[in-house]
């Protein structure tokens, strides 16, 4: 296994002085070559600016990112230490992204050619012809027929799933050690979405590229996750490899979501099986002290759930989770 | 694209229609409607009236003197001027120089500045730059253009004696840069309001496209500032400019009117003042009726650029 | 049905005299700025020709062309010798009550037509939008000045001609809103319960678009004492010897070089007036628009 990038105790926060909100709080992990980490957690969780964080596209004056996040190529570099100039050079080239919504993410002005050639010229000295000949490739590689004709339409000629083959296609241009996919099937039909989930998992397995996928469907994860970080209130409350996870959720709150995510197998349960979590992932300004989650929480214990610190804790085989009553909760269901 | 261009085509031309009956209702309103022109001659009696009136078939049916109007006014002839006798549309195109003239260099004017004005402010959102320049936007919106170029007169022309106080042109010199000296001032007068409404809304366009998906997609494609900037951001922000400037058009021409009043441009707005005070009906009713076709014509090739540059208009 | 819809209709309609609204007004320095700035002008010009030593009609041959600042006459005399002060506050009151009475009567035929246009739809909407669309091919001082030039140039008059060729961008604004409020549940509501038109129209859907009217009327006056200003100093609007601050420009010109105060004065009192309306017009705006809470 070759690791590409790790980010070290990733903080992110929003505004400055008293108004400050920190929406990402010490998080952890690393992508390593040919696999896919699922970040998976409902909107608010913090997922999505986790990865604007690592592109560095959050607006400086407005966020404030801290931490380590360190890709490693020929050498190791600390992106967050890295002048624009430098992080631009490597956005789009090393690490590529891809976005929820294939519909709005492409410039409604410029044709799909175009588009392509732009990313792969603004990288790589290459005459047009060359670059128009590598576009048509990309095309044909995600799955457009007819891949020289298809240069010429505008974004708006396509379907979303057509639209964000393209994005793909843009994303793959270069081909990076990294995409970032931040909900990039949520948008689409069920079948579009299997599509390019089987998609991407080929064009991993072709370009030996590391995924990070960015989700709040248990569903998806199953498909095309390796290993599984589950976040709540910006921080990350689980992790291990997808399987551990979705079989053996330790914290409260990864079953409570797993729940809530309808399913063809539960379909034959009866009512009740399928359920929500009752209330909202809490506002960064006015976070439950403890256990984030206790509010919510089923199980939760007064004076156990509502006492700082709760610590992440390794449950073996790298399953971590930060429940301080996931030891008790798991006898009882055993 | 063709369908597109029709279809605006026959927009247009309804429009045409509605101007012209308002044109004729205002006609109509003249004391004495058509025939003002000879009831002011003196020693006219009512009888030699009448007898005019019939001659000129003013006892028909209203329509069918609309009908009579229109159709002569579609085939170009719009009358005569009461004071010299030539063709309305001759003395039109006589002064039509002069006021493009100013329109266009203080169009260029207007939008270079503006787009300038409004992609600084967008950019440094909420700035100390921004600030002052909404609020000198606001300010500038709210100068009357006349007062602004004797404003203009007295400083650069009565103290610095840096331009000329009027006129388009000296006699015995009418060279290219004889032209220019005088166009400075007018061209910047009438360019004032313009610039401030056209910065406002250049700001916004921009914030509007700042805030979309695909200029981030474009940032994380890896391209460089500027690039973004300038062909994501500024080039989508420019496209309901378009649509602006079409719009504004009738706002540019009334300023020019006013302005070619201050610095004695020899344009079409000083022909209408001229003929108001002669009261030069069919000169009056003329430029009246061309400066809505202007502006018609206006519109409609703006909606056409829009749809050569914006690629999802053509199919709608 | 159509009592207890107007009940819950009843919180949107005071929408902006709730607090909130309120408050993000008065946390507009631009729209306090204008606001005081306008009241100081308004009492200027109604209080200041008493206060000053001399009537607006004296004739003083003998201090023609005093500037500024000469013995009693604070803003200098015009070429008769006329105090330039107690023209310009009267002068103030003509071109303020011509640009608010040129805002009401434009607002109200505006919204009339916005209001018919945007609820009857098809035939009769799509006629008055087009006839709205034509109004405004003409460029509006054109269109001024030539029923100036046909009709007697008095106060009322010019009023009535700038209310005339000023009410299209409200009615545009009333009949894009009307057209999106046609179809909310409360209306189809109102019409299922047997509602009159006329009830809908102006119990229902009226006071629903208040806050662009309201802001649209604003920002009107503004337009309107321009346009007065324009056809006066064209020599087409309010007539000598009323002063209206656009006839005190009328003559200006010739005395530039002279007395360039007599230009300089009046304009710097209509740049004022309109500068305040359009603040507070922009004050409204940010105010009415709940998203701008959000920053």
């Known amino acids: ?55 560095r596209l ?4 407005q966020s404030r990112v801290q931490g380590k996040i360190v890709l490693h190529s020929d050498e190791d570099i600390d992106l967050l230490s890295l ?20 519909l709005t993410s492409l410039n409604p002005v410029y044709t799909i050619g175009d588009q392509i050639i732009e990313a792969i010229r603004s990288h790589r000295r290459m005459s047009k012809r060359n670059a128009r000949q590598r576009a048509i490739e990309l095309i044909d590689q995600v799955g457009i027929p007819d891949a020289e004709h298809r240069l010429g339409t505008y974004p708006h000629e396509l379907s979303g799933g057509m639209r964000q083959r393209i994005m793909i296609a843009i994303a793959l241009a270069l081909e990076p050690d990294i995409l970032i996919a931040d909900e990039p099937t949520t948008a689409l039909d069920v079948t579009v979405q299997a599509q390019i989930l089987e998609l991407l998992n080929r064009l991993q397995e072709e370009t030996g590229m590391a995924m990070l996928f960015i989700t709040h469907d248990f569903g998806v994860v199953a498909d095309i996750a390796d290993r599984t970080i589950v976040m709540y209130a910006g921080e990350m409350v689980e992790e291990g490899s997808t399987e551990t996870v979705l079989e053996r959720p330790l914290m409260p709150y990864t079953s409570g979501l797993m729940r809530a995510v309808p399913k063809l197998e539960t379909a034959g349960l009866k009512e009740g099986d399928l359920e929500s979590i009752e209330g909202f992932v809490p506002h960064p300004d006015n976070r439950p002290t403890g256990c984030s989650f206790h509010p919510r929480c089923t199980h939760a214990l007064a004076g156990t759930c509502d006492v700082p610190p709760v610590p992440i804790e390794d449950a073996g085989d790298g399953h971590l989770v930060r429940c301080k009553r996931w030891k008790t909760l798991q006898e009882a269901a055993e | 694209m063709a369908r597109f261009i029709l279809h605006r085509l026959g927009h247009s031309l309804l429009l045409l229609f509605l101007v012209s009956l308002i044109g004729y209702t205002i006609l109509h309103l003249a004391p004495g409607g058509p025939l003002s022109q000879y009831a002011l001659s003196p020693g006219m009696t009512q009888a030699e009236l009448n007898q005019i009136a019939e001659r000129m078939g003013l006892n028909r049916p209203i329509p069918i003197q609309y009908l009579d109007w229109f159709t002569s006014f579609l085939v170009g002839d719009w009358g005569e001027s009461f004071r010299d006798g030539r063709p309305v549309l001759s003395v039109i195109s006589g002064h039509l120089f002069a006021t493009v003239l100013l329109v ?16 600084l402010g967008a950019t440094r959102r909420y700035s100390a730059w921004d600030y002052i320049a909404t609020v000198g936007a606001m300010i500038a919106l709210s100068i009357p253009t006349f007062w602004f170029g004797l404003v203009a007169i007295y400083v650069f022309s009565l103290q610095l004696d840096w331009f000329p106080s009027g006129n388009m042109y000296s006699i015995g010199d009418e060279s290219f840069l004889d ?52 062909r994501h951001v500024v080039r989508n922000a420019l ?11 009738p706002m540019l021409l009334s300023g020019a009117l006013v302005t070619e009043t201050v610095f004695t441009w020899p344009g079409i707005g000083r022909l209408f003042l001229d003929s108001l005070g002669y009261n030069d009906y069919p000169v009056i009713m003329g430029v009246l009726m061309f400066t809505a076709i202007f502006v018609l014509l206006g519109n409609l090739i703006a909606d056409i650029l829009v749809a050569t540059v914006d690629p999802r208009v053509r199919l709608e | 049905m159509a009592a207890a819809t107007e009940q819950i209709q009843t919180n949107s309609k005071l929408r902006f005299f709730e607090s909130r609204t309120l408050r993000r007004f008065v946390r507009h320095r631009l729209a306090i700025t204008g606001l005081v700035m306008i009241v100081g002008i308004g009492i200027l010009c109604v209080v200041g020709p008493w206060l000053l030593p001399h009537d607006m009609l004296d004739i003083n041959i003998r201090d023609r062309f005093s500037p500024p600042l000469t013995d009693t006459f604070i803003m200098g005399t015009d070429e008769m010798g006329r105090d330039l002060a107690a023209r310009l506050f009267m002068a103030g ?21 916005g209001l018919v246009a945007g609820y009857f739809g098809k035939v009769t909407g799509t006629v008055l939008m087009r006839l709205t669309d034509s109004f405004l091919c003409f460029p509006q001082i054109f269109l001024l000045l030539t029923l100036a030039a046909f009709l007697e140039p008095n106060a009322f008059m010019i009023t009535l001609i700038i209310a005339v060729t000023s009410w299209m961008e409200v009615a545009r604004i009333v009949s894009a809103e009307i057209r999106s409020l046609r179809e909310r549940d409360f209306i189809t509501a109102a019409r299922i319960s047997g509602a009159s038109h006329r009830w809908i129209m102006f119990r ?14 604003t920002l009107t006056i503004a337009k309107a004492i321009l346009l007065e200003a324009y056809v006066s100093f064209l020599g087409y609007g309010i007539q000598p010897p009323m002063p209206s601050w656009g006839n005190m420009l009328n003559n200006a010109q010739q005395f530039l070089d002279t007395a360039p105060w007599l230009a300089i004065i009046p304009g710097i009192a209509i740049t004022a007036a309109v500068t305040s309306f359009n603040f507070i017009g922009d004050g409204l705006r940010d105010a009415l628009d709940a998203r701008s809470d959000a920053q």
Do not use: C
Not at chain 2, 104 to 119: A, N
Not at chain 2, 199 to 209: F, G, I, Q
Not at chain 2, 239 to 247: Q, S, Y
């Open chain 1, 1 to 55: 296994m070759t690791k590409v990038l790790t980010v070290e105790d990733l903080t992110i926060s929003f505004g400055t002085g008293d108004s400050e909100l920190t929406v990402v709080h010490k998080v952890n992990f690393t992508l390593e070559a040919g696999k896919t980490l699922a970040l998976v957690g409902e909107s608010g969780s913090g997922k999505s600016v986790t990865s604007l964080g690592i592109m």
């Open chain 1, 58 to 61: 959050l607006s400086p004056s």
């Open chain 1, 83 to 102: 002048s624009e100039s430098r992080m631009r050079r490597l956005r789009g080239d090393r690490i590529a992204m891809i976005f929820q919504e294939p």
């Open chain 2, 104 to 119: 266009v260099s203080s169009s260029v004017i207007s939008i270079g500045l503006g787009t300038l004005v409004g992609v």
């Open chain 2, 179 to 230: 032209y220019a000296h005088h166009l400075v001032m007018p061209s910047v007068v009438l360019a004032l309001v313009s610039v401030a409404i056209w910065s406002r809304y250049m700001r916004s366009a921009m914030l509007d496209v700042i805030g979309q998906d695909f200029v981030r997609t474009a940032r994380a494609k890896g391209l460089t500032g500027q690039r973004v900037l300038y």
């Open chain 2, 239 to 249: 496209i309901p400019m378009i649509t602006l400037a079409g719009i504004q058009l």
């Open chain 3, 93 to 113: 009151r003509v071109s303020l009550m011509v640009g608010i009475a040129a805002m009401i009567l434009s607002t109200l035929i505006g919204t009339v037509i």
């Open chain 3, 204 to 217: 229902e859907l009226l006071p629903n678009t208040i806050g662009p009217i309201i802001v649209a009327a």
